[in-house]
C-alpha cells in the first residue's frame, strides 16, 4: 500500500518524504542513479538566513528549528562576504540593509581574502550568521529517516507518466498498489 508519493530526489523531495514517511508509507522515485544528481548536488551549501525573497528568508528561518534538532551538526561557521564593484552601490546598500551585514574596511577584507582585487572593490561587507551546510549529510539524515520508517527510495525511476486507478498507481512500466 502507498500513501505518498514523491518524484524527485533532490533536497525538496527527500525532506518532503522524511517528513510524510512519519504519516504513511512513501515511495520516492529519482531518475538518476543516485540522489541529489542535479541542482541538489550543485549547491554552493551556503545557509544565509537572510538571503533571497522574503519567502525564501521565511522558509530558511524556519529551517532553524531543524538544524538545531534532528539536522544537528550539518551546519558549521562560515564566512561571508560581500564585494561591490563600481556601479553596483544601490544593490550593495538593499543588500547591507536587508541582509544585516556588516560594512568591512577593503583592506581588511583584503587580509580575510588575499586574492580579493582591492584595486576595484570599493566596498565590502560580511555576515556573521552564515553557515555552511553539509549537503551530503543532510540527505543521509532524510534518507536514512524514510527508510526507518518503512519507506523506500527508488533510483533510476524516471516517471514519465501516472495513471491513478481505484487501487494502483503506474508510474511507466511499474505499478504500485495505493
Ligand atoms: C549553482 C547553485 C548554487 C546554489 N547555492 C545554494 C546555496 O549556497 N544555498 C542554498 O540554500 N541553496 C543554493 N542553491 C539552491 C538549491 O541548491 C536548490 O534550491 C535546491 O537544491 C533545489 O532542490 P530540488 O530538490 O527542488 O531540485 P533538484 O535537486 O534538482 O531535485 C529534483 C530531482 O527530481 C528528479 N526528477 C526530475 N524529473 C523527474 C522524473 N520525471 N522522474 C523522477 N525524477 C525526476 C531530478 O533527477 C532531481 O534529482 C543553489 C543552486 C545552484 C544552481
Redesign the pocket.
Known amino acids: 500500500m502507498l500513501d505518498y508519493l514523491i ?7 527527500i525532506s518532503a518524504a522524511a517528513r510524510l514517511s512519519e504519516h504513511g508509507a512513501t515511495l520516492v ?4 542513479a543516485h540522489l ?5 548536488g ?6 544565509e538566513q537572510n538571503y533571497g525573497s522574503p519567502s525564501t528568508v521565511a522558509l530558511a528561518k524556519a529551517a532553524r528549528t531543524d538544524f538545531d534538532g534532528m539536522l544537528s551538526g550539518v551546519l558549521s561557521p562560515r564566512g561571508f562576504l560581500l564585494v561591490c564593484l563600481q556601479g553596483e552601490e544601490a544593490q550593495f546598500e538593499y543588500d547591507l540593509e536587508h541582509m544585516h551585514l556588516s560594512e568591512v574596511a577593503v583592506a581588511d577584507a583584503a587580509k580575510l581574502v588575499p586574492i580579493l582585487d582591492s584595486s576595484s572593490v570599493i566596498r565590502t561587507a560580511s555576515s556573521a550568521t552564515a553557515r555552511d ?1 553539509d549537503t551530503d549529510m543532510m540527505l543521509q539524515i532524510f534518507a536514512r529517516r524514510i527508510h526507518a520508517n518503512g519507506g523506500t527510495v527508488e533510483t533510476n ?4 507518466a501516472i495513471d491513478k486507478t481505484k487501487q494502483e498507481l503506474a508510474c511507466d512500466h511499474r505499478k504500485w498498489t495505493i
Open positions: 518524484i524527485g530526489g533532490g533536497i525538496a523531495g522515485l529519482e531518475a538518476e541529489a544528481y542535479h541542482t541538489s550543485r549547491s554552493a551549501a551556503l545557509y551546510i525511476q524516471q516517471v514519465t
